[in-house]
């Protein structure tokens, strides 16, 4: 009789875990970005990257001619 008690149980929690994996795999599906908004981010990164090293060379030739 333990065993049908206990097999209940564990067909209970595998029935809770399912429904928390579903739950979660709703969510993180909801929350993925498109493409278009992917490729905009990396656009926007490789720029303010670029801006940088432009604003460092152009310091560094200012102060190699300065001097």
């Known amino acids: ?3 049908n008690k ?3 149980q564990v067909k209970e929690r595998m029935d809770r875990l399912e429904g928390k994996l579903d739950h979660l795999a709703v969510h993180l599906q909801g929350n993925r970005r498109s493409p278009a908004i ?3 981010i990396g656009f ?3 720029l303010a990257v670029l801006l ?3 604003v460092c060379i152009g310091v560094v030739q200012f102060v190699s001619n300065a001097s």
């Open 1 to 3: 009789m333990s065993t």
């Open 6 to 8: 206990e097999l209940e």
């Open 38 to 40: 992917r490729f905009l």
């Open 44 to 46: 926007a990164v490789v």
């Open 52 to 54: 940088v090293l432009m």
